[in-house]
């Protein structure tokens, strides 16, 4: 399973990139305005920090628009997604984006159907939002489960990039589904290596480490 970062902080991206488990970033309009940086600028900098997918949304609702925001966003690095809603004209936009080569992430899924027509017009991701859609009373993770087994009935090539992901169950559980992708706050990528066992062990090891009067070289 590939691990995205789903953040527009550069500091982070960069601590996780040090770790070698980053695969890419993911970024959205709300994360842009939350870092407080020129968009463009600062999707360059991730793009040279991170050499997976990149993904970088276009906000444009009709198709001409979307695509000659698509055509800013695309000449940033060779590395980048352009991000389309999942609507007809986003929909449109990723056929034309994908048949020039482009890597397409189509956002805002919340339906087996809506995934069905994005693998139908090429997406190279398909991002389930499984948090909001679990906020609003249905399983986020029966979604994945659905969209896994028509995704495999036909072997569309589109990658399964669960997003909205709120704690390292839904990482576990989309793990488990076979999802390709997971994107996650980089805090909840952290949250992953915790487990109070490890950390009790580490400090019994170290005591009794400690008793021997030894050294390592
Ligand atoms: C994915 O690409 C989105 O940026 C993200 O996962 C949305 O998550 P949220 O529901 O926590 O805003």
């Not at 609702?61 to 690095?77: G, N, P, V």
């Not at 919340?110 to 906020?135: E, M, N, T, Y």
């Not at 994945?144 to 576990?172: C, G, K, Q, W």
Request: hydrophobic fraction near 45%.
């Amino acid at each position: 399973m590939k691990f995205f970062a789903d953040t527009a902080e550069i500091a982070e991206i960069r601590e996780l990139a040090a770790t070698g488990l980053l695969d890419g970033v993911t970024t959205n309009p709300s994360l842009i305005h939350k870092s407080g940086r020129d968009f463009i600028e600062v999707v360059r900098e991730i793009a040279a920090v991170c050499p997976g997918p990149i993904s970088a949304e276009v906000v444009a609702l009709d198709y001409d628009t979307m695509m000659s925001e698509a055509e800013i966003l695309r000449k940033i690095a060779k590395n980048i997604a352009i991000k389309v809603p999942l609507t007809p004209d986003g929909l449109k936009a990723c056929k034309a984006l994908t048949g020039d080569g482009t890597m397409v992430n189509v956002t805002l899924c919340f339906s087996a159907a809506q995934a069905l027509l994005a693998a139908k017009a090429g997406a190279s991701f398909i991002s389930p939002f499984v948090g909001r859609h679990d906020d609003v009373g249905f399983d986020g993770m029966q979604l994945i489960a659905d969209i896994r087994m028509i995704y495999d009935n036909y072997d569309f090539a589109t990658e399964i990039l669960v997003a909205s992901v709120r704690h390292p169950i839904h990482v576990v559980e989309a793990a488990k589904l076979g999802a390709d992708v997971m994107t996650a706050p980089p805090k909840i990528i952290h949250q992953l290596f915790k487990h109070p066992l490890t950390d009790a062990g580490i400090a019994g090891f170290l005591k009794d480490w400690q008793a021997t009067g030894q050294k390592i070289g």
